[in-house]
T-cell receptor
Framework: DGGITQSPKYLFRKEGQNVTLSCEQNLNHDAMYWYRQDPGQGLRLIYYSQIVNDFQKGDIAEGYSVSREKKESFPLTVTSAQKNPTAFYLC?????????????FGPGTRLTVL | AQSVTQLGSHVSVSEGALVLLRCNYSSSVPPYLFWYVQYPNQGLQLLLKYTSAATLVKGINGFEAEFKKSETSFHLTKPSAHMSDAAEYFCAVSGDTGGFKTIFGAGTRLFVKA
């Protein structure tokens, strides 16, 4: 079945550590996205990529980094510079980076900083 | 710039009653509008989307939404609520000039009482 997988489902991190969240899709989509979800705030865009080897900052990119070396993979690193990283992280993809294209979401990773 | 406002962070209905979730948008260009549903600890799933083909859009699970340009609204309805409809619902807009980003509302959590 085609879809998006995220791992791990739950992640615990000590302060000062970098962690990497995995996102893989087998939908052959060109565009991929990372969102952060906090209670009552909806989804906020962290980074997006419209094509392999290219990505742009979203609205809240500070303290995060990404790479897009393969079409199917878009890992997110939460660095120690992120002041409040505890949140639910969602990865998504769409056929292309065009308005009107629906986004397909992974199941999410819940990150907790201890 | 585009924005989305969802009226009511929580809505409670009885099983079998009408479901009405409100969404108002702001856009300087003809918008694409979406409703997504999120079950606890899961990713988002598309319910329906408006792409200017028809003002009344039918989606999955018996949901529908009507685009009203004069009211800048895209409210989500379902004639008869079921217990399985309990979830969080997000309205979203895309289509602004210069980008394809999707802007999500803060979400409305729907409770269904037996």
């Amino acid at each position: 079945d085609g879809g998006i997988t995220q791992s791990p489902k739950y992640l615990f991190r000590k302060e000062g550590q970098n962690v990497t969240l995995s996102c893989e899709q087998n939908l052959n989509h060109d565009a991929m996205y990372w969102y952060r979800q906090d209670p009552g705030q909806g989804l906020r865009l962290i980074y997006y990529s419209q094509i392999v080897n290219d990505f742009q900052k979203g609205d809240i990119a500070e303290g995060y980094s990404v790479s897009r070396e393969k079409k199917e993979s878009f890992p997110l690193t939460v660095t120690s510079a992120q002041k409040n990283p505890t949140a639910f992280y969602l990865c998504a993809s769409s056929i292309g980076g065009r308005a009107g294209n629906e986004q397909f979401f992974g199941p999410g990773t819940r990150l907790t900083v201890l | 710039a585009q924005s989305v406002t969802q009226l009511g962070s929580h809505v409670s209905v009885s099983e079998g009653a009408l479901v009405l979730l409100r969404c108002n948008y702001s856009s300087s260009v003809p918008p694409y509008l979406f409703w997504y549903v999120q079950y606890p600890n899961q990713g988002l799933q598309l319910l329906l989307k408006y792409t200017s083909a028809a003002t009344l859009v039918k989606g999955i699970n018996g949901f529908e939404a009507e685009f009203k340009k004069s009211e800048t609204s895209f409210h989500l309805t379902k004639p008869s609520a079921h217990m399985s409809d309990a979830a969080e619902y997000f309205c979203a807009v895309s289509g602004d000039t210069g980008g394809f980003k999707t802007i999500f509302g803060a979400g409305t959590r729907l409770f269904v009482k037996a």
